[in-house]
């Protein structure tokens, strides 16, 4: 070991840089030194030039404001321009318009009828009517299609609950009671074939009649057939006709004698089905059906000027029935059990609302 080398210092400088710049050798003192005049040198120019330095603080706001404005703001600047060039602005409103008019219903009525002019431009609305009636006929028919499903299967429910009140009301024997009851007030003069059913007020619209019960005979017994829940229009034959006007009525014959001099003699079978759904206010269809049968009556059935519903009986016999004892066979069925029973069968089923499809204005 030398004096040159103190001890525990292998490298000869006891771990520190001590020599200086000034004599060949690095000195950290004088590079930190170095570097802080060099930071002040800068900064002195930078203040006296006003040059901008540091780093500016950086949010996200900041940073969208200057995308914006850098970015977006030029490139909607350009496209406007373009789309100005080539659209004139007649034809941009043109298409605010049609834009407008796919808005509210409200907006576009007022749309449909407007009638617009202005320096170069002219509005007059209306002229997509038939495109606008199509779609709202489309729209309509689902509408339409959509309640027949839910009224069909409304009837269904109807049919089933109707069947109920004829079990615990003892419609059936009712009826089948004063069937027989009229027939023996028409006399001898009933025909064989003599029918009688009873209507009531439809339980899903408010203008039909639903049949409430099978065809009975003379004799008070139910006849063949599943006829109960057909429904008609309150201006169908002359069910329709009694309970519009709450006259009791009997037909003698489906086409009067008067009625046949407006035929004539030379006449098709078609022409008198035609001639009968006019006089009747049926359907062709309906026409044929009816068409055997000669003879009706039909008694709306009251209770305190409430109609409840009505009876019909019919025959294949012309003048089967008797007119003059029509004021007899409705005191019967006024004062029938049948009548106080549709009146108890009111009160419960009569505060339901129904369906009603036209209202006259």
Known sequence: MTQ????????????RLRSCLFCGSVCVLCVAFSLLATILFFSIIFVVLEIPHGLQTVTLRGLIVEVFYRVLAPGIIFVGEITKSLFPWPIVALLGLFLIGWGPDRIREILASANLEFPGFKFRGGAAAPDAFKREMGDAQRVVESANKEIAEAYRTAKTYVAQLR??????RLVGELSAEVAQA???SCPDDYRFTVYVPDLVFSDRLYQLS??????GRRMAGERAGRTFSIRYGIIGRVWRSGVPEVEGELISAEDWNLIGENYSVRDLEKFIARRWGLTLD????IRPYQSY???RIERGDKPLGLVFFDSKQKD???SASLEA???IVQDSDLAVTLLEISREIGQWSRIQIFRNS
Do not use: R, T
């Not at 099978?214 to 004799?219: K, P, T």
């Not at 309906?286 to 059906?289: G, L, M, R, S, T």
């Open 4 to 15: 040159d080398q103190p001890e525990g210092d292998p490298a000869g400088g006891g771990g």
């Open 167 to 172: 079990d615990s009301y003892g419609i059936d």
């Open 186 to 188: 028409l006399g001898p």
């Open 214 to 219: 099978e065809y009975y005979d003379s004799n």
């Open 286 to 289: 309906e026409a044929v059906k």
């Open 297 to 299: 009556g039909s008694i």
């Open 320 to 322: 089967a029935f008797n």
């Open 329 to 331: 066979i409705d005191e």
